[in-house]
């Protein structure tokens, strides 16, 4: 009988079975050779005895097997309880060597992740690293979410479509180039890759289909950062003749299917909604991270009549006071955070550029700090203070100030993620937010000219949508993000369905008629022929698969993902093609000196 390496028992002993697997770990006890066989289920050990083991004595690190032998029951005392199998070995009776191995370049290992080779050794050989236990597990889990998804979607009628690879390159998202490929048929042509699927979901939709679903392969040529892949997956959807509350309905739905199915946890639905300007103004963040409490007070008055010089030169530059409160009952019970992690805070505004960050405590209703001289100075306003933040015994209270508002609330919201999680302030695990209604257009901060904040394609809402003209930068959209522990994990939108509008949004962004007609014409064209009222959304699947499996590092959950410079240190793309292939194919030619 041939079965895997993570299915004998005790009700095996004494059948006689065939495995096949890697040699994980080998231990020589002189009459006897164990060695640990493994496959994707599991780990069976495998012992080896008399003339038997003298042949397995050639056997090494990840050689490739195929064993039979007799299931047996090991001895009380080499039970290992944390195998499945861990109650039984196979007694081998014969085996074959299908392939050796090479030295592998680091163990295999389920330790701890400190035995880890560099990033790029790992990605070098994925597939080794891919048989970690932890890899696999992340693997199969990533697995789980799509099938789950995936069974939801059909299940609600969508047609899951396939939306084409090589496109034109046309406006799509926004702040990212868009990877191109040269035409062979067409010399001096390109072919884009898609950012994401957005023009022909929008196109499916103008065909009549209605409900469309797509796990997505996009691509997008941004600068590197950290949690970047140059290209990455999407869980994409549209739908026709709906509104924005069916589409976000849809989505708590499916996370509630995945909560129920993958994760074994109860989900809270529907999710709570904020409005972007809202959210902005309360918590300097488009992507609050729920699990905290991180309300920004205003404190630029009260402290202009402070004596805390340094403040008050930066609001006569003009620039504004931001103050984040941390109850006491909500830490350790010490009521005080300890300096060092408040000097690490201080550490993290500079590098975000913020000017100044000052701490303060509220001791028996006065604010009181480290050193004293502090709240002295703040000791005319101190009662104010206390009485705008609504502070009581205990908390602690950081004040940012900065010339540049922008500086200051993505300073002060990113000083307030932190500290929540240092205080562990939270009980949620997860705190999901519909973020709603942007504005259409944001200034380019050189240019100064609108582009759209996230794409053309964003319907404007019907009460500022008359702003187009006068005061296009106040005009709101049918626009909606998700946001997970303060992560943006997607965002959708009502489209504009009709055409006018589109060339009108295309134009206010500084396209002229030809530049619409030439990169868009196509899909305005379409709008003209009887566009449905439509809307859908994306979601960044690698994201939301390591969030809710509790990790950061999407690359964990990309089977072969570009390392930080987006490169792959396992096919050693992207690489230079020879000159007689760009100028034979596609006369071009590069100029490149460092190139092999
Ligand atoms: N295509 C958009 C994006 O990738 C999402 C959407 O609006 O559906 O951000």
């Known amino acids: 009988m041939e079965v895997d390496c993570g299915r004998i028992r005790d009700h095996d002993i004494g059948k006689e079975v065939v495995l096949n697997g890697w040699c994980r770990y080998i231990r020589d006890h002189g009459g006897l050779l164990f060695v640990d066989l493994t496959d994707r289920y599991g780990t069976t050990q495998l012992v080896f005895e008399g003339a038997l083991k003298k042949e397995a004595e050639e056997l090494g690190k990840e050689y490739v097997?195929?064993?039979?032998?007799?299931?047996?029951?090991?001895?009380?005392?080499?039970?290992?309880?944390?195998?499945?199998?861990?109650?039984?070995?196979?007694?081998?009776?014969?085996?074959?060597?299908?392939?050796?191995?090479?030295?592998?370049?680091?163990e295999i290992t389920?330790?701890?992740?400190?035995?880890?080779?560099?990033?790029?050794?790992?990605?070098k050989y994925r597939y080794l690293d891919l048989r970690r236990k932890k890899m696999l597990r992340n693997v199969e889990f990533r697995d789980k979410i799509t099938k789950t998804i995936r069974?939801?979607?059909?299940?609600?009628?969508?047609?899951e479509l396939e939306t084409p690879i090589l496109v034109k390159d046309t406006y799509d998202a926004s702040g990212s180039r868009t990877f191109i490929t040269p035409s062979r048929m067409h010399k001096g042509k390109f072919y884009g890759l898609p950012q994401?699927?957005?023009?022909?979901?929008?196109?499916?939709?103008?065909?009549?289909?209605?409900?469309?679903?797509?796990?997505?392969?996009?691509?997008?040529?941004?600068?590197?950062?950290?949690?970047?892949?140059?290209?990455?997956?999407?869980?994409?959807?549209?739908?026709?003749?709906?509104?924005?509350?069916?589409?976000?309905?849809?989505?708590?739905?499916?996370?509630?299917?995945?909560?129920?199915?993958?994760?074994?946890?109860?989900?809270e639905v529907p999710f709570p909604h904020i409005d972007y300007l809202d959210a902005m103004r309360m918590y300097g963040s488009d992507k609050p991270d729920m699990r905290f409490d991180n309300v920004l007070f205003d404190l630029t008055d009260e402290m202009s009549k402070s004596d805390y010089n340094i403040i008050k030169k930066v609001i006569s530059a003009g620039g504004r006071v931001k103050a984040l409160k941390f109850p006491a009952d909500m830490g350790k019970k010490s009521q005080k955070i300890d300096k060092k992690k408040i000097l690490e805070l201080v550490e993290i505004a500079k590098n975000l550029g913020l000017k100044g960050l000052t701490w303060v405590y509220v001791v028996d209703g006065k604010i009181e700090s480290d050193p004293p001289s502090i709240a002295a100075s703040l000791a005319g306003i101190s009662?104010?203070?206390?009485?705008?933040?609504?502070?009581?015994?205990g908390d602690l209270v950081l004040i940012g100030s900065d010339p540049s508002e922008n500086v200051l609330l993505a300073a002060m919201s990113k000083i307030g993620r932190v500290v929540g999680l240092v205080l562990r302030q939270?009980?949620?695990?997860?705190?999901?937010?519909?973020?709603?209604?942007?504005?259409?257009?944001?200034?380019?901060?050189?240019?100064?000219?609108?582009?759209?904040?996230?794409n053309p394609f964003v319907a404007p809402t019907e009460e500022t949508e008359g702003l187009l003209d006068s005061a296009?930068?106040?005009?709101?959209?049918?626009?909606?993000?998700?946001?997970?522990?303060?992560?943006?994990?997607?965002?959708?939108?009502?489209?504009?369905?009709?055409?006018?509008?589109?060339?009108?949004?295309?134009?206010?962004?500084?396209?002229?008629?030809?530049?619409?007609?030439?990169?868009?014409?196509?899909?305005?064209?379409?709008?003209?022929?009887?566009?449905?009222?439509?809307?859908?959304?994306?979601?960044?699947?690698?994201?939301?698969?390591?969030?809710?499996?509790?990790?950061?590092?999407?690359?964990?959950?990309?089977?072969?993902p570009k390392n930080r410079k987006f490169e792959s240190p396992l096919d050693g793309s992207p690489d230079y093609v020879s000159d007689k292939r760009l100028q034979d194919d596609y006369d071009l030619s590069v100029k490149n000196e460092k190139k092999s």
Do not use: C
């Open 65 to 106: 097997i195929s064993v039979t032998g007799v299931v047996d029951k090991r001895d009380s005392d080499t039970v290992d309880a944390s195998n499945p199998t861990g109650t039984v070995e196979l007694r081998v009776k014969s085996f074959k060597i299908i392939n050796k191995s090479k030295v592998i370049p680091f």
């Open 110 to 123: 389920e330790e701890k992740e400190k035995f880890l080779p560099s990033d790029d050794l790992r990605l």
């Open 151 to 159: 069974k939801f979607f059909w299940d609600e009628g969508f047609l």
């Open 196 to 267: 994401s699927p957005q023009v022909y979901k929008q196109l499916s939709m103008i065909a009549g289909l209605d409900k469309y679903f797509q796990v997505a392969k996009v691509f997008r040529d941004e600068d590197p950062r950290e949690d970047r892949q140059p290209e990455f997956t999407q869980i994409d959807l549209e739908v026709s003749f709906k509104d924005e509350k069916y589409i976000q309905n849809l989505i708590e739905s499916m996370f509630k299917r995945v909560f129920d199915e993958v994760m074994g946890e109860k989900l």
């Open 383 to 393: 009662g104010q203070i206390i009485s705008k933040l609504d502070a009581h015994e």
């Open 426 to 454: 939270t009980k949620k695990k997860y705190a999901f937010l519909w973020v709603d209604k942007f504005p259409l257009f944001e200034k380019d901060e050189v240019t100064g000219e609108l582009q759209p904040m996230h």
């Open 472 to 560: 296009p930068e106040k005009v709101l959209g049918k626009r909606y993000d998700l946001v997970l522990n303060g992560m943006e994990i997607g965002g959708g939108s009502l489209r504009i369905h009709n055409p006018d509008m589109q060339r009108k949004v295309l134009s206010k962004m500084g396209l002229s008629d030809a530049e619409i007609e030439r990169s868009l014409g196509f899909l305005i064209e379409a709008l003209s022929f009887g566009a449905p009222v439509h809307g859908g959304i994306a979601l960044g699947f690698d994201r939301v698969v390591a969030t809710l499996s509790g990790e950061y590092d999407i690359r964990d959950f990309i089977l072969f």
